[in-house]
């Protein structure tokens, strides 16, 4: 259920396949995004440089752009396209604030300390950049549609930790915060980029399949391919659905106590929901998720044909990331 | 420079002296806060409720009102009173997460952490809601001047961690940090209610002077009138006006090591800077101020005569405050 993975989406292959505009275009939300995280007359800190420069492949602002698509205007494209980014940026800024203090060390350094102040703030500064920016624009719909998603952003970060540590956690529950965590953003940045109904709920279900892949991979690893420990978020007393699935065939997984986990013990417990169906499982509701998504596409009548099997490339990508 | 007091500013007097539309639609504003910060089906985190409930005397939401006059459609206005609260709010709840920290207590407690863990989503829910407020309604300029105002709130807050513990600050950073962290909020406020330059000027200089009085009271208490331990910006490394000049008179002021400090130590050097002539020079300067902000109303020819009458109150009021 975090939000970090070191392990890029196949944005590459998308701009691959693409004719010129495509890339041009996210280039132009590059170099926006730069501006409003280094202009402005104060250097950003450290905190928010770091995720700018580590900050994946992007996959919000192409799915901005390409849902526009070439006839559209650029600059409300590439405006949309580097705010939903400072948007995430910003909820990746809080979660390190988040997940570095007292979870992954037992208790914050000085260092771990500092950083998190500084952090706090740096996120809140990326946040109200993507609202100035679209707001100096004028772009009305947009910014609905981006605060929007961050209420949803918020309320799912609020949602996982209320849920903590607590492993009744049910299916619609886990559904729900995944939603609010990570799909109102993929559906806002499709809708941002083309305001249909129908290529908003293909962003969602995207959204949701990367998620679930995401929690799947917290799970099964290995370390060296997502360049985290696996059990991550188990340490974080965050239960997802493998071990909501693994707990239906072993219920005694349920009866472990998260808050008293040490990476060795997140280790066994991810080996033993993997023992499971439970990854299986979860990975084959993820491609159905994505076939349905990219069904949806179809209702979309106003779509070109290269946006289209673009789209479908996306989707795609989503899945092969964890293949 | 923190931004809690427990003294509120005295909008009671300002609301005996209004005629019925203030106070009316004040009560509004308040719902409305309620309603965001209650509704959308989910609770937000005690953080938040407790920050409404505690929330103060509501002196930027009757900014906007006042501002925005009897004659004004009531729904924008009341919508923009709300909104700024809530982002004040939520700077709030950040602020607790900040300050709670390692600061007070040498480090977390669980208790601590899990508060801390709750309260930054939560100030980011209270932040997205004030935004999505507006953009349902389509208020665009009343976004952009809040959006400008919090990217200031943060840059400000930024400014005020790389500060912190530095004695070597001087009193054009201060006054720049003043202008973020404060001021620029009021005047949002201000041209919220009415978008006129003369006026933002007014509601920027009693924000600073706001800000000043604060800073003043931060080192001469007493404690069971604000709430608070003297010296509390001291102990979380933060430089202000009255130690700036203080250093004057007495140098090896700036040379305390404001990284070891305790409590007792705080109140002993509160007491040093209180021994200067530093605190009448802060307070001088605050009442030029607010003279100069009630000067600068007589350049908005618009304004009705009780608007301009009130206004000068709200400006006495924040003098008064500290009298």
């Known amino acids: 259920m975090t939000r970090h993975s070191a392990v890029p989406p196949p944005v590459t292959a998308v701009l691959d396949a693409s004719s010129t505009w495509l890339p ?81 060390r037992g208790r914050p350094t000085v260092a771990a300390t500092s950083g998190r102040l500084r952090a706090t703030a740096a996120g809140d500064l990326l946040f109200s950049r993507a609202f100035a920016l679209l707001a100096r624009a004028g772009d009305a719909r947009a910014i609905e549609l981006l605060a929007w998603a961050s209420v949803s952003l918020a ?6 930790r209320q849920d903590a ?19 109102a953003l993929f559906e806002c940045a499709v809708r941002m980029g083309r305001d249909e109904e129908a290529l908003g709920a293909f962003g969602a279900e995207v959204g949701l399949a990367f998620q679930l892949l995401d929690d799947v991979l917290d799970v099964a690893g290995p370390p060296e391919r997502t360049g985290k420990a696996r059990g991550t978020d188990l340490l974080d007393g965050t239960v997802t659905l493998p071990l909501i699935l693994a707990g239906e065939s072993d219920p005694g997984l349920l009866a472990a106590d998260l ?14 929901i993997a023992a499971t169906d439970a990854l299986d ?18 209702a979309d009548t106003g779509l070109g044909d290269e946006q289209r099997h673009l789209l479908e490339l996306v989707a795609d990508g989503v899945v092969q990331r964890y293949s």
């Open 155 to 160: 309320r799912g970060e609020l949602a996982q």
């Open 24 to 104: 041009a275009r996210l280039a132009d939300a590059e170099q926006r995004l730069r501006e409003e995280v280094r202009g402005h007359g104060e250097v950003l800190a450290a905190d928010a440089s770091s995720t700018l420069e580590a900050g994946g492949k992007r996959l919000r602002p192409l799915l901005v752009l390409l849902c526009a698509g070439p006839e559209s205007q650029s600059g409300p494209a590439v405006r949309a396209a580097a705010a939903v980014e400072l948007v995430h940026m910003a909820t990746l800024v809080h979660d390190d604030v988040l997940d570095d203090a007292p979870l992954r």
């Open 281 to 298: 499982r979860v990975r084959a509701r993820a491609l159905e998720m994505v076939a349905d998504a990219k069904a949806r596409l179809a």
């Open 259 to 272: 808050r008293s986990l040490d990476e060795p013990a997140a280790a066994a417990l991810s080996d033993r």
């Open 165 to 183: 540590y607590d492993t009744s956690i049910g299916e619609a529950r886990y559904f729900e915060r995944c939603r609010l965590k990570t799909a």
